[in-house]
């Protein structure tokens, strides 16, 4: 996207991998949640855990991306890519080594057939990406040619390059919105041994993987057998642990990671806390605003609800200290705005839209509210009570009260774990000093994914991750047309011309700077929006692993990459 890549055409293994590491055994990992389908490229169901990419078990890429590096992609299906300089079309040439699970060969049939299947019956991000296609062709039986009608959209020939290759000869267009636990024919590494669903879901290495030898499949994909172990709450999954029932676990509880691993097995040895350090944007965990609710929908409102938020006692009553206050969309990158005046590009890009970002945001001098640790901070409490009489509220009789209409101000959190649902009560709690009324309803997965595929809730807690290349995943977060697209990531419901131009301005970025540029104006404007109430980060990722289970040093930029286990032999 910018710049050179940082591996030569000849290297040999990625950077980040034990290029000889020893293959055979399992690895288990584990999983809160269920699953009930195989195809993780629709709407309907929730897929199954390591089936599709970024870990891509079963589906891959026409390319790989290298996650030691920021948009950079590597040939995997396709060995060659060839775009001009103005991105106004890119052709794919395939690996004539390329095959499909049951052997069958890829073919540009396969490519043309999965890009139309997508554009019309995938997901709405898909739909909205490959839909910015104005023609396909196959030029040759391995090669295709897609021309690009994007507008300066120069992500898009490496959005086409993550695309999976489906095959025609497998796929049934008439049922492919449907879920299914047919196993799947793939190009990856691994084929679906056993699909139990809320149960397991079992990979076993495919002997005849065509990309085994290729520098980027190297040191990868090295157990073989993969498993996936489902449970339904979060202390079952811990303890399931602690018993020694899977191998690798991703610790998100800071209370756990500070106290719960004194048990025998970390004790002597045979398990290990493996904290790993994160190099990439630290993303957004947040309480969400849904402004498609009217009493949500002044952003004045937002802010004053966000100025109870009191993050000094809740990080310390609540998660032993360890979390930081989170302060961007951005955090911890060269892309966060906060803490910096706007340059003259972003001002540049800013100027259109007067307004859309406050003063205080735009010299860097905001941060999220402070308080005093007490968990009832007056101070921010008359702070809260002036903003949201100033947006037509009044307290009268011990609640807040529309001042035209005598209406409460009384909304829901829906949570899908205990953790949200303690954090949210702590909160609920806050906001009742000042006449606020939040009920939380704890509900079960299921339930959970599918209100917010249909945007039914008044408040959530959410975290969108964030990477050193961030594109056109932000018009699924915050663009305007997905705001009322059922399916996609914008749960704020954000309809900004400014967030819009921002978006577009990032994705026609030549050079690294007006690209920094772009994102940081892209989160100023959604800062001075009031979205979300940012909550918190964990300054590493917080592995602990079976001491058989072993990872390459150092982790690639991207942090933990399960793709590089491999288990050693008694």
């Known amino acids: 996207m910018h710049g050179e890549p940082a591996l030569p055409p000849d290297f040999a293994a990625l950077p980040y991998v034990r290029a000889d590491a020893p293959k055979g055994g399992r690895i288990v990992f584990g999983v809160q949640g269920s699953f009930d389908t195989l195809n993780p490229y629709v709407v309907r169901g929730i897929a199954a855990q390591g089936i599709a990419p970024p870990t891509g078990l079963v589906f891959q890429a026409l390319m790989a991306r290298s996650f030691d590096e920021p948009f950079t992609l590597y040939g995997l299906v396709a060995e060659s890519i060839e775009t001009p300089d103005d991105r106004s079309w890119v052709i794919f040439r395939l690996?004539?080594?390329?095959?499909?699970?049951?052997?069958?060969?890829?073919?540009?049939?396969d490519v043309l057939f999965t890009w139309d299947l997508l554009r019309t019956k995938g997901k709405p991000n898909l739909r909205s990406w490959y839909g910015k296609v104005s023609r396909a062709t196959a030029v040759d039986g391995r090669t295709i040619r897609f021309d690009l009608d994007a507008g300066g959209d120069r992500e898009l020939p490496l959005i086409l390059a993550l695309m999976p290759v489906l095959p025609k000869h497998a796929t049934d267009p008439a049922t492919f919105e449907q879920t299914t636990l047919a196993p799947p024919v793939g190009t990856g590494?691994?084929?679906?041994?056993?699909?139990?669903?809320?149960?397991?879901?079992?990979y076993r290495r495919n002997p005849d993987y065509w990309a085994k030898d290729l520098p980027i499949s190297r040191g990868l994909y090295n157990p073989d057998e993969i498993r996936f172990d489902y449970y339904r709450d979060a202390n079952a999954l811990f303890e399931a642990f602690k018993g020694g029932l899977y191998d690798v676990r991703s610790e998100?509880?800071?209370?756990?990671?500070?106290?719960?691993?004194?048990?025998?097995?970390?004790?002597?040895?045979?398990?290990?806390?493996?904290?790993?350090?994160v190099r990439t944007p630290k993303g957004m965990n947040a309480f969400v605003f849904n402004t498609r609710r009217p009493f949500f929908a002044d952003p004045r409102v937002r802010e004053a609800l966000g100025l109870l938020f009191d993050f000094d006692w809740v990080n310390r009553n609540l998660f032993a200290g360890v979390y930081r206050r989170t302060t961007s969309y951005f955090e911890g990158s060269d892309l966060a705005s906060t803490g910096r005046d706007a340059s003259a590009g972003e001002r540049a890009i800013l100027a259109p839209f007067p307004g859309a970002v406050r003063p205080d945001i735009l010299d860097g001098g905001w941060r999220p509210a402070g308080a005093d640790g007490s968990g009832r901070d007056r101070d921010n409490a008359r702070k809260a009570l002036a903003l949201l009489a100033s947006a037509?509220?009044?307290?009268?009789?011990?609640?807040?009260?529309?001042?035209?209409?005598?209406?409460?101000?009384?909304?829901?959190?829906?949570?899908?774990?205990?953790?949200?649902?303690?954090?949210?009560?702590?909160?609920?709690?806050?906001l009742q000093r000042i006449g606020v009324t939040m009920a939380v309803r704890l509900v079960d997965d299921v339930q959970y994914w599918r209100r917010l595929s249909d945007f039914d809730y008044d408040m959530i807690q959410y975290s969108w991750g964030a990477s050193p290349s961030p594109g056109n995943e932000q018009y699924g977060r915050w663009g305007s047309q997905s705001a009322a697209r059922p399916g996609s990531l914008n749960y704020a419901g954000a309809r900004s011309p400014a967030i819009d131009a921002a978006i577009e301005a990032m994705l026609a970025a030549r050079e690294r700077d007006t690209f920094v540029d772009a994102v940081r104006a892209l989160d100023r404007v959604l800062l001075s929006g009031f979205y979300v109430i940012p909550l918190f980060n964990q300054p590493d990722q917080w592995v602990a692993r079976s001491a058989a289970v072993k990872r390459p040093e150092p982790a690639p930029l991207f942090g933990f990459l399960p793709d590089t286990l491999w288990r050693e032999s008694p």
């Open 392 to 430: 037509g509220y009044v307290l009268r009789d011990g609640a807040l009260r529309q001042t035209a209409t005598g209406e409460p101000l009384a909304f829901e959190f829906l949570a899908s774990t205990r953790v949200q649902e303690r954090l949210a009560l702590n909160f609920a709690s806050a």
């Open 189 to 202: 590494p691994y084929v679906v041994a056993q699909a139990k669903p809320g149960e397991s879901i079992t």
């Open 252 to 277: 998100d509880s800071p209370t756990r990671w500070t106290t719960g691993y004194d048990f025998p097995a970390v004790r002597d040895g045979r398990v290990v806390k493996d904290p790993v350090p």
């Open 95 to 109: 690996n004539p080594k390329a095959r499909f699970s049951d052997g069958a060969p890829v073919t540009a049939e």
